[in-house]
């Protein structure tokens, strides 16, 4: 029933735990699939009735999913949700913003430690997100392709012998598969290298994006860096350059780190002692600010200059100041001056009594 709360809302999702490899630069690895069905309209030119029988090859996938899959998958129609658990999915990166727009005729499948996710009739018909904590893209990749096997057992798929899977955007055709990390470089944006290191990443066909993916804003100093193209390339080789690319930028924000450090370490305490003296006294807090104090509070952890606070008080701070989370865990709808007041009372309970 339309205006229930699904599960999703109540969880962390498993990235959140902040483990694996050089998590104290890559927040997250996430692998896409993109796969449509064949012999239906991919989603900009399909009717009603094809999207309708998306839907219901989505719920049938997901329940045998939930059959030779370990753990839970629950489908959730979109048209079933309000639109703050829509934008709840949103907020905690399971789904795209893309995905709210036609939600009258979508839906997600989602697991039960939310590491995988399917968007149906998004800009193709399946959409399958596998996120895990760190520089992980090898188990993502992993996991991802066990799901995909399973679909394909239940589900036909358009696929050409010479071209691949066939997806809506041609930048996707061949392996559909997107690659993307987020990572964390206030280093590189505190020493003005950000954009030769951005400059550098296109070079090498990777693509920087923010917080929500394409067209987004980078938001405390967090980037989303991907792989540009799927056509000519096995999804073993795409994960493994990616890989590469990844562990530069790591050895690039950790050895600016040091540097800023060595250089002027009162400066850089101070600015992360102010970051935590506002973060844990503030009476209005907008999300914008927000982001920065806390990327600046992440840095001060990683330094070891906050040495007390977890790096997981990070991570679910920037999912839960989001404004629907604000708003789902008030219980009622809030104005932007009431969220203000909410937000900076969650920072100091959460970042003083962990």
Request: aromatic share 6%.
């Amino acid at each position: 029933m339309r205006g229930e709360e699904p599960d999703f809302v109540r969880r962390l999702s498993r990235w959140i735990e902040g483990n694996g490899s050089a998590s104290d630069i890559v927040i997250s690895s996430r692998v896409r699939l993109a796969r449509n069905l064949k012999r239906v309209p991919f989603p900009p030119v399909m009717e009603r009735g094809d999207a309708e029988e998306v839907l219901e090859a989505a719920e049938g996938a997901a329940r045998f999913l939930q059959c030779r899959m370990e753990g839970n998958y629950d489908y959730y129609p979109l048209r079933d949700m309000t639109e703050l658990h829509q934008w709840v999915l949103v907020e905690k990166h399971l789904i795209s913003p893309q995905l709210t727009k036609s939600s009258a005729l979508s839906g997600v499948t989602v697991s039960e430690d939310e590491a995988v996710s399917i968007m149906v009739n998004e800009e193709d018909h399946f959409r399958i997100q596998c996120l895990f904590p760190g520089l992980n893209l090898r188990e993502a990749w992993e996991t991802a392709d066990a799901v995909d096997d399973v679909l394909e057992e239940v589900v036909s798929y358009a696929y050409d012998e010479k071209l691949g899977y066939l997806t809506t955007c041609p930048t996707n055709l061949g392996t559909g598969m997107r690659v993307s990390v987020m990572t964390h470089l206030p280093g590189l944006v505190m020493s003005e290298m950000i954009d030769s290191v951005i400059s550098g990443l296109s070079k090498v066909g990777a693509v920087v994006r923010g917080l929500y993916g394409e067209g987004s804003e980078a938001q405390g100093n967090l980037f989303q860096i991907s792989n540009r193209t799927t056509l000519g390339h096995d999804e073993a080789t795409i994960v493994e350059d990616m890989s590469a690319v990844l562990r530069e930028v790591v050895q690039k924000e950790r050895s600016i780190r040091e540097t800023i450090y060595r250089r002027d370490r009162t400066s850089l305490e101070d600015k992360v002692y102010r970051a935590h003296g506002l973060l844990t006294n503030a009476r209005m807090m907008s999300s914008e600010e927000a982001m920065q104090l806390l990327s600046m509070l992440r840095l001060g952890i990683d330094m070891n200059i906050l040495s007390h606070i977890s790096p997981v008080v990070f991570q679910e701070l920037t999912i839960r100041m989001r404004p629907s989370m604000i708003q789902r865990e008030a219980g009622e709808s809030l104005k932007p001056e009431q969220r203000d007041v909410r937000r900076a009372t969650l920072m100091r309970e959460r970042i003083t009594g962990q």
